[in-house]
């Protein structure tokens, strides 16, 4: 166990550096307002003890007056350690937040193809959130009950040596019974807030995707779905819980007990004279304070297992690799890049192949257009090329050079693709077309959507870019967004594009406007265009046919067209007939 | 909803358990009362120069006992708070989530990210609010006990402890506004951060290709950045006047102790009552912190309140707090079978004079007048932004119409209640799946029979991707459907729709991810049903060339209709969509064309 929650904690230890500063300050505030706790019963005993010993008013009420401005000090130390401490915890955990999404962000579409956004949510915010208040108070809170404690014990000592061996041993007893049971609640804990990630990951997507539960009448069978879910929260949960209160439970008990010896010894020692009453009295407020620090303990025990269980959760998230490895070159040649396939094979599961010996070449400047049956492998073979899945054997070099070797970043500042899923964001319509680079002048973004006839609908929002686009693009039509997609992928001007069944949500009129700009874009690009509807492919240079995944015809465009046993002509004339029908 | 309104809605909702709550902590509050006495009647007997030392311990004996009782005591009240807990919780998500469902389509004014914020935080709010209601009366009971006690020991000094309450109640209800105003901008924070995370997830892939990786990390720690500084405004006030109240009663006690000297001199103060005081006082002070930190935390309730209710359609902001039930001490029931019923069988669609307008624009629909008869094959088709999904999403109910009525069978219908199985099924433009396996996203939880699954699969001509898949049916699909292509997501949700045997489909542009063949293919075996009704949108000639009617959208007005022949001969527009040419760009069709973007599908 103590293997396990060492690694844990100097892995944490690392966010806490950029704060050290305020760290050390909270500290000090800390130790202060336990000294100017450690004062107060002393004050009082005196108050005692004058009374008792019929001293004069005045003195008494110096000592008064010494108790009320160390009271108001204590109350400004507590407010400003909860701010300070505060503070720390936000920015350590924004940092760890803003890590953990930058690392998801980067891991391959092997891990996100199994996690839903509402998921994310919680393991992004949820679980760092958990962890939050280990970040400001617990380094803090451990440091400063155990100052307290010393200090408590410490001045006892001074007072009475056999009362504070008693104290110091019921102390350490507690401490070690804590260290002893920290762990109880975290598999649990962990359990639960898995639980709830489940939840939040039902809730989103359902919302997500209303229109589909509602028309298709399934919000009874949501709702199911959702009881199932909450019950098992409820269930893991109330476990959890349960378990984390058992260390603070066993301090009370065992402190319980402590106050009841010390005090008993403490009536032997008054007994036999040794001490005044006000000494008693302290003794027993002394006793009365350790309860302090210790159920302190207690509740960062606590704590601590709901933190530990989201710093495993999260450390499995920064823990998990992504599969892509990034080589190291950067230099691409200029201009239009070509693009190699040599006996590529690949496939998402070992026993499936999906793309099958796969070797084709196009030169600078070309186009190529694919053809084939849904699930042929058209989308696969643009997306071994973008590196989003790793192949199983062959290579595939763009302007020349591996994939493998290139660094990531290299590949997607030369090489962009289009597809039919856009996702829009809640934000204005400057960042969704630049996907938040600001560096983007707007002379630009207008430009291009002049040229893809995007400009007078951006121009027609009341805000022009500034314009807030609500919620997920609600109000976007979807071959509006398939402009905004194009547009976002020619600002970045590429040199290599793929555009995958761009045109498949236009109807026939606006494709026909889109199709100049779009070969007026690909002037100077390289151009995959994969492909059902066969008009798309009127520019093209090449066409590729594929099946099963395994190239079923490769050639010029008009040589096959020509060709009437090939399979493009047969397509064309399906085509033809379809239109005659 | 008022607040008022509302808790009294939710401590009435489970009201034993409030109950059994209230009593247990009551209990588990009120014993340190016992400890008080203890202490006094201890410190009495050592001041009386007795000498017998068991007398002067049975006290300290009594304390221990009453102390670790009192554990027991916490471990049975904090089952039954755990469990009030996740029922509140409950409640809250079940109503909220109902309220969710009934806007007709996606037109909540949160993003499902956002929304999942409300789902969290602000019912967690809740909760800690009937967390001090829950604390309440075992604190009451103590503060007024304690008084009483103190009172007959020494009534001015009493006094004196009693006076900060008042101050720190006035004090609160003049910072409520401010506890609301940066409650609010917190909640607001921390909606923007979810809503961000869940959209950048849902955005993988092109925020990859797109190179956003850090554009987006600058954007969330900003996000991040502003809410760190809501959420240390919003804790610094709640944290300044929880201390504010432990100022005034430290003030007090400083004060309780001047009084004490001259008392104490004159004999009428012992030790042992100095001790029930300070044993007293600290827990009386903790115990009016509460009660003033709740009059503010009331003032916040609101701001998660107006948050929650916002899920929630016009006029049905009351629900919240509907008394539904949860299901958590039991499995959910089986899902109802859905009943159909002979008179509701189709024979007619009528549409009439259907407009809806964008809000904020002049964009929509206008007046749509058609009617569709059972067997027929309905084709929608124009321009993007013509107004073809938004007449189907009207027709739906999805949209809010703003005027025309839907009729079926010659009754005027409520389309949102009324267009769903078994009369009525859809697949939207852009389908959803859910993450789940491939089988239950099609079923959708409805009774495994093999034949209708098999038909619907043979349908949606999705037999041979099935075959494919590794796991077949129980391939896990991924959160939207990632794991399949874009043919596959559409057709699994053509098959989800056949699955439901409705009397009529809705297909909002089901063709856009699929090849020739296949589509060919779909259209084919669907005609070969008998039966089978439909209104397709659609530009493809697949499926134009099957319609018995077609109606041509522009400007949101249906600008031809009839069958294929017939418009390609009458009507440029179907020419022009037909031909996917414009033979005729003059400035006049291209200034229309421009203008039809602003019109939303």
Known sequence: ?581 | MTVTRFIQRLFTYNISLFIVNGLLWGLFHSMPLLLGLGMQWFFDRATGQSHNYLWLVAPLIFIALVRISRTGVFFWAFFKWVTYIYDIQAILRTNMLKGIMRWPGRNLPASPGEAVSRFREDVDEVVEYVESWVDFWGRFAFAIISLVIMARVNWQITLVAILPLVAVTLLNNLSGNRARRYGQQNREATGRITSFIAESFGAVQALKLGQAEEHVHRRFVELNESRRQAALKDNLFKQWMRSLNQHVLSICTGIILLMCASAMKAGQFTVGDFALFTSYLTNIAFSISLFGYMVFQHKRLKVSLDRMSILFRPGEQERIMDFSETYLFGEPPELPVVERSPDDQLHTLEIRNLSYTYPGSENGIANVNFAVKRGQFVVITGRIGSGKSTLVRTLLGLLPKSGGDVQWNGRVIDPAAFLVPPRSAYTPQVPRLFSDTLQENIVQGSPPEADALTRAIRLAVMEKDIEDLEKGLDTFVGPRGVMLSGGQIQRAATARMMMTESDLFIFDDLSSALDVETEKKLWERLFHERDVTCIAVSHRRAALAQADHIIVMKDGRIEAEGSLAELLESSIEMQLLWQGEPTDSSESDERADSKNMTVRV
């Open chain 1, 1 to 581: 166990m103590q293997q396990s929650a060492k690694p844990s904690m100097s892995w944490l230890l690392k966010y806490l550096k950029p704060v050290r500063g305020r760290l050390l300050l909270l500290l000090i505030l800390l130790l202060a307002s336990t000294g100017a706790q450690l004062v107060n019963p002393q004050i009082v005993q005196r108050f005692i003890d004058t009374a008792a010993e019929n001293g004069i008013v005045s003195s008494l009420l110096v000592l008064a007056g010494i108790y009320l401005v160390f009271a108001v000090l204590n109350q400004v130390l507590t407010v400003a350690i909860s701010y300070l401490g505060n503070d720390v915890s936000w920015r350590a955990t924004n940092q760890l937040r803003g890590d953990l999404l930058k690392h998801c962000l980067r891991l391959d579409m092997r891990f996100h193809n199994l996690k839903t956004p509402g998921e994310m949510i919680e393991r992004i915010d949820g679980d760092v959130t958990n962890m939050s208040n280990f970040f400001a108070m617990f380094i803090i809170k451990v440091i400063g009950s155990f100052v307290l404690l010393a200090g408590i014990l410490g001045y006892m000592f001074t007072i009475n040596w056999p009362i504070a061996s008693v104290m110091t041993l019921f102390t350490l007893a507690s401490i070690g019974a804590m260290v002893f049971i920290r762990d109880l609640g975290v598999t649990s804990s962990k359990d639960e807030r898995g639980a709830s990630a489940a939840l939040f990951g039902l809730i989103e997507e359902r919302i997500a995707g209303i229109e589909d539960v509602q028309a298709n009448g399934n919000v009874p069978y949501v709702m199911n779905r959702f009881y199932r879910a909450m019950r098992n929260v409820f269930l893991k949960g109330r476990k959890a819980w349960m378990l984390r209160v058992i260390p603070w439970n066993t301090t009370v008990v065992l402190f319980a007990i402590a106050v009841t010896a010390v005090l008993m010894l403490g009536v032997h020692y008054f007994l036999t004279k040794q001490i005044s009453l006000g000494t008693l009295f302290l003794i027993y407020q002394y006793t009365q304070m350790l309860n302090d620090p210790i159920e302190q303990l207690g509740d960062q025990v606590q704590e601590f297992q709901k933190a530990k269980s989201g710093m495993l959760r999260s450390q499995e998230l920064l823990a998990s690799r992504t599969e892509i490895m990034e080589g190291t070159q950067t230099a691409l040649p200029d201009g239009a890049l070509g693009l190699e396939f040599d006996h590529v094979h690949f496939s998402y599961n070992p026993d499936r192949p999906v793309l099958h010996d796969i070797t084709f070449t196009v030169r600078p400047g070309e186009r190529l257009g694919i053809i084939g049956r849904t699930g042929s492998g058209k989308s696969s073979l643009s997306r071994v090329l973008l590196r989003l899945y790793n192949i199983n054997s062959g290579t595939v070099r763009v302007g020349g050079v591996d994939i493998r070797d290139l660094k990531l970043e290299a590949l997607y500042r030369r090489v962009g693709m289009v597809t039919q899923d856009v996702q829009l964001f809640d934000g204005t319509l400057r960042d969704n077309l630049t996907l938040f680079d600001g560096s983007i002048p707007d002379d630009y973004i207008l430009g291009t959507t002049e040229r893809l006839g995007l400009k007078q609908w951006i121009d027609s929002q009341p805000e022009g870019l500034d314009t807030h686009l609500k919620a997920g693009g609600a109000s976007l039509s979807a071959g509006e967004a398939q402009l905004f997609a194009l547009t976002r992928v020619f600002l970045t001007q590429p040199s290599l594009v793929i555009l995958d069944e761009p045109s498949s949500r236009l109807d026939a009129a606006t494709e026909a406007m889109l199709q100049s700009a779009v070969d007026q874009l690909m002037q100077n690009c390289t151009g995959i265009v994969i492909a059902h509807r066969l008009s798309t492919l009127e520019q093209v240079d090449h066409i590729m046919v594929l099946g099963d995944g395994r190239i079923l015809e490769f050639g010029e465009r008009e040589v096959l067209a020509k060709d009437p046993s090939s399979r493009y002509a047969q397509l064309l004339i399906t085509g033809r007939e379809e239109d005659l029908a």
